[in-house]
């Protein structure tokens, strides 16, 4: 069946430093591709998505390119801040899902940076 | 206020206690899910709903039930709770298949004890 990868974290940075959190997928055919970010004490929200090859989601300096012949889906922001602590969520909306809207998740990475 | 609304935020209860969590949207979605959250597993789909006649289950439906009151309104059981049901509980809702966003509830921390 479908299914998410991420990298385990937790991961650990300095403020300012560069981020990269891997994901990779499985699936049939062409899924839709999403990050989500849940911040302490709260739900999940929505940081970014792509849906079809070649796309790249962009929000909050944050951006994932739909790497179709990687299976991959790596979120990367270039200068990352205290606030961006967070838990981050890679996930996957695919053409098994048919109409159901259902989501497929990664484990989760969290995200810590320090001043 | 928010768009999904989950309560308890938080719940102890005792093994073998039925406990019910429920949720409201004001988004005017018709599709409603509920998800569990465990450290290391991600979120794993319990129930989903396209209206109040249409439920099915998820991947982990065992041991819940679900009830669709309203539109706006999706609810969760737990029949006779038990310590491997210790998770975080969420609601989400959408209004479309494939590409479009999922809107979720702040979350339900559930211990059973």
């Known amino acids: 069946g479908d299914s998410v990868t991420q990298m385990e974290g937790p991961v650990t940075l300095s403020e300012e430093a560069f981020l990269t959190i891997n994901c990779t997928y499985t699936?049939?055919?062409?899924?839709?591709l999403f990050w989500y970010v849940q911040y302490p004490g709260e739900g999940l929200q929505l940081l970014l998505k792509?849906?079809?090859?070649?796309d790249k989601g962009s929000n909050k300096g944050f951006e994932a390119t739909y790497r179709k012949e990687t299976t991959s889906f790596h979120l990367e922001k270039g200068s990352v801040q205290v606030s961006d602590s967070a838990v981050y969520f890679c996930?996957?909306?695919?053409?098994?899902?048919?109409?159901?809207?259902?989501?497929?998740f990664g484990q989760g990475t969290t995200l810590q940076v320090k001043p | 206020d928010a768009d999904v609304t989950q309560t308890p935020r938080n719940r102890i209860t005792k093994t073998g206690k039925r406990i019910m969590l429920e949720c409201s949207q004001t988004k005017g979605h018709d599709r409603m899910y509920w998800y569990r959250q465990d450290p290391g597993l991600g979120l794993r789909l319990i129930y989903y709903s396209f209206d109040v006649k249409d439920i099915n289950k998820g991947e982990i439906s065992d041991g819940y039930s679900v009830s669709r009151q309203a539109q706006a309104k999706f609810s969760l059981s737990l029949e006779s709770a038990i310590p491997n049901q210790t998770a975080l509980y969420f609601c989400a809702t959408s209004d479309g298949p494939r590409n479009t966003e999922a809107f979720f509830g702040q979350g339900t921390r559930l211990t059973v004890v």
């Open positions: 699936a049939t055919g062409y899924p839709s």
């Open positions: 996930a996957l909306r695919g053409p098994r899902s048919g109409n159901t809207g259902k989501l497929i």
């Open positions: 792509a849906t079809k090859a070649d």
